[in-house]
């Protein structure tokens, strides 16, 4: 399978414990986002990177987020503290410079 | 902020009637994408269709069509002899084609369409 790839695809935590998701690119795409979807709307925008530079950051990415592309393939996506409110799905999507990006299928959070 | 609206929550066809779904979408900018995708239940989004702003001719993948009408900034979508396999979540998204700009998507809340045997 050559597509974006998640990991966890579910992740259920306590409130207040950190969490980590992984997403693997598509191989050859330089761009990666990560977006926060919550039940009933669209992808919301957190981060971008281009290449291992993480170029733009979104005001819903509160202290609490961090993200990394260490190498410039792989990204991670890092919540501490988890609070109720960050339930939800967490997208990746890649993509070769400025065209349309491929989605992942998703990390399911549900924070108790 | 650019913002897209979708304001049908619910759409509903016969399988193999046509449905149109419908987009408008607000920028300033003259130059950029839209795009429509697929997200079926518990599974990922699947691009369906795409829009760069600068054609005139409304784009066309077999039984997806769209109706870009750029003055009005609307983005409807068409689908035709619709299949029990159409059913999901239709996302209508903008794009910005700037260039020194992330290029993030714009999302619109969606249309949950339902296909009836």
């Known amino acids: 399978d050559t597509g974006v790839s998640q990991d966890p695809r579910h992740k259920i935590t306590k409130r207040g414990q950190n969490v980590t998701f992984r997403c693997d690119p598509i191989?050859?795409?330089?761009?990666l986002y990560w977006y926060r979807q919550t039940l009933g709307q669209g992808p919301e925008f957190l981060t971008y990177?281009?290449?291992?530079?993480?170029?733009?950051k979104s005001r819903l990415l509160s202290d609490r987020f961090s993200a990394e592309r260490p190498k410039g393939s792989f990204s991670t996506l890092e919540i501490q503290r988890t609070e109720q409110g960050d339930s939800a799905m967490y997208l990746c999507?890649?993509?070769?410079?400025?065209?349309?990006?491929?989605f992942g299928p998703g990390t399911r959070l549900t924070v108790l | 902020a650019q913002t897209v609206t979708q304001s049908q929550p619910e759409m509903s066809v016969q399988e193999a009637e046509t449905v149109t779904l419908s987009c408008t979408y607000d920028?300033?900018?003259?130059?950029?994408?839209l795009f429509w995708y697929k997200q079926p239940p518990s599974r990922q989004m699947i691009l369906v269709i795409r829009?760069?702003?600068?054609?005139?001719q409304n784009a066309t993948e077999n039984r997806f069509s769209v109706n870009f009408q750029k003055a009005a900034k609307s983005f409807s979508l068409k689908i035709s002899d619709s299949q029990l396999g159409d059913a999901a979540m239709y996302f209508c998204?903008?794009?910005?084609?700037?260039?020194?700009?992330?290029?993030?998507?714009?999302f619109g809340t969606g249309t949950s369409l339902t296909v009836i045997p």
């Open positions: 999507a890649s993509s070769f410079s400025n065209r349309w990006q491929f």
């Open positions: 191989s050859e795409h330089n761009r």
């Open positions: 990177f281009q290449n291992e530079a993480q170029l733009e």
């Open positions: 920028t300033s900018e003259s130059d950029y994408y």
């Open positions: 829009q760069e702003a600068y054609k005139q």
């Open positions: 998204a903008y794009r910005s084609a700037a260039r020194g700009t992330g290029n993030q998507f714009y």
